[in-house]
């Protein structure tokens, strides 16, 4: 039977393939926007990031370049390593690699970042301590190994983290007290896909029931996760529950990677129960062992990772850190936070920048995301747009209004006479879960 502190050779090699495939996916989906985001003639040059309070503590080589070729060069480097993992090249080296390039890029822009990027790059900090060059590579390891079980225990409880967190996170009236927590999260323009006006629709009753079953939903798989009993139905349980779950939420809800990386990062807990139906059991290798000071020094760093992970996600609920360890948590990139559509729904409105021409005459250069009131308004530009414009409706952020009204304006207008007014248009949502007159919020103006 399948142990708690145990992974299947199989499980981490299609894990080790599917974070390849998601740092290519990741990288190829950035290029159309490299010179918007990456460079110095985009929205973030680097002088404005190193100048801002925002600035990572990782060390990015993104900031090595401000122009459009050198950022080419490490996509380029990126999908390179990213192949090489899915091959089973170089294992290893190529999950670190891609665990260094996926957090540069990063940080050299935190303003587009969601939480998929954050569960890729920790999930990718993980797999560099498992042995995922077991089966299914074009180069095995030379030192057959298991995977170590603090390893194992990191990963796991990694998992089972997101799930319970951003349960216990869903609080307040919306989500507790009214349940209507996610009818006002399928409303929202910002995140919902076309399937989620759909299910808007729903009798009140019934949106309570699934805004409910998802909390309930949360905390069961995670605890299925980290059950000492019966490991082999729990994680079996537990992976085909959160892949349907993200398969719902990708068809609902506009998230970027994060939904398809719940779904496929998961099959990495796969029992041998489960691969041993269609495969004659794998034979037992002789594991090679380490020396000791090595395996000391492997057992200490990986407890201060879940230690630091868990310290992390225990401050969301209110636990009090000292400074400096969540400086250390920063700086190992295992600093986390899940507030997923919580304690409040997403924000519901619309974004506008025009262009008032000398003679007062006002053009829309974009109006977006498309609503009710405006259905045939633009999407974003993406994803990533959508983040930064995001970004810049809070305060602490407004040294972005200025370059990000300026770069829209040049991606959607034809001409540069005139001065550029850029505004959101907020739905505010009163404490009772009704919908309050909009509020036109002026971002920027051109002086």
């Given at each position: 039977m399948t142990r708690w502190t145990e992974l299947d050779p199989r499980s981490l090699a299609l894990f080790r393939i599917m974070l390849g495939?998601?740092?290519?996916?990741?990288t190829v989906a950035r290029l159309p926007y490299l010179r918007d985001f990456m460079t110095d003639e985009g929205v973030l040059?680097?002088?404005?990031?190193v100048d801002s309070p925002y600035s990572d503590y990782w060390l990015s080589f993104h900031l090595g370049s401000g122009n459009l070729g050198g950022q080419i060069t490490l996509s380029l480097l990126t999908a390179g390593l990213a192949v090489a993992m899915i091959a089973g090249y170089q294992t290893r080296l190529a999950t670190i690699g891609c665990w260094l390039l996926v957090n540069s890029v990063q940080a050299r822009n935190p303003f587009i970042g969601d939480r998929g990027d954050l569960q890729l790059s920790l999930l990718l900090l993980w797999a560099i301590f498992?042995?995922?060059?077991?089966?299914?590579?074009?180069?095995?390891?030379?030192?057959?190994?298991?995977?170590?079980?603090?390893?194992?225990?990191?990963?796991?409880?990694?998992f089972a983290s997101?799930?319970?967190?951003?349960?216990?996170?869903?609080?307040?009236?919306?989500?507790?007290?009214?349940?209507?927590?996610?009818?006002?999260?399928?409303?929202?323009?910002?995140?919902?896909?076309?399937?989620?006006?759909?299910?808007?629709?729903?009798?009140?009753?019934?949106?309570?029931?699934?805004n409910y079953s998802v909390i309930a939903g949360e905390l069961f798989v995670g605890l299925l996760l980290l059950s000492p009993f019966m490991v082999s139905l729990c994680r079996q349980m537990a992976v085909g529950l959160l892949l349907i779950f993200h398969l719902t939420v990708l068809a609902t809800f506009s998230l970027g990677l994060f939904p398809l990386i719940g779904a496929v990062t998961p099959w990495v807990l796969l029992p041998r129960e489960f691969w041993d139906r269609f495969q004659p059991?794998?034979?037992?290798?002789?594991?090679?062992?380490?020396?000791?000071?090595?395996?000391?020094?492997r057992r200490a760093f990986l407890l201060a990772l879940l230690v630091l992970s868990l310290l992390s996600n225990l401050s969301t609920l209110g636990l009090e850190r000292p400074n400096w360890m969540s400086k250390l948590s920063s700086i190992v990139r295992v600093e986390q936070h899940w507030e997923l559509?919580?304690?409040?729904?997403?924000?519901?409105?619309?974004?506008?920048?025009?262009?008032?021409?000398?003679?007062?005459?006002?053009?829309?250069l974009f109006q977006g995301p498309p609503t009710t009131a405006h259905p045939q308004a633009q999407a974003f530009p993406g994803h990533r747009w959508k983040?930064?414009?995001?970004?810049?409706?809070?305060?602490?952020?407004?040294f972005l209004r200025e370059p990000v009204a300026r770069v829209l304006a040049r991606k959607f207008g034809n001409d540069s006479s005139g001065k550029i007014r850029y505004t959101f248009t907020l739905n505010p949502i009163?404490?009772?879960?009704?919908?309050?007159?909009?509020?036109i919020q002026s971002l920027w103006r051109e002086p």
């Open positions: 495939l998601l740092v290519l996916m990741d040059p680097r002088l404005a990031l498992l042995p995922t060059d077991q089966v299914w590579c074009f180069k095995k390891s030379a030192r057959p190994r298991s995977a170590p079980r603090l390893a194992v225990a990191g990963l796991v409880t990694q997101i799930y319970l967190f951003t349960a216990m996170l869903k609080t307040g009236d919306f989500w507790l007290a009214r349940g209507d927590g996610l009818k006002f999260s399928l409303l929202s323009p910002m995140f919902a896909a076309p399937l989620a006006s759909k299910l808007a629709t729903l009798s009140d009753p019934v949106l309570r029931l699934l059991p794998m034979e037992n290798t002789q594991q090679a062992a380490d020396s000791h000071w090595r395996l000391q020094a559509f919580s304690p409040l729904p997403p924000i519901n409105g619309y974004f506008r920048v025009v262009r008032l021409s000398p003679d007062g005459e006002e053009k829309v983040m930064l414009m995001l970004a810049t409706i809070y305060p602490e952020f407004s009163s404490e009772k879960g009704t919908f309050k007159p909009p509020v």
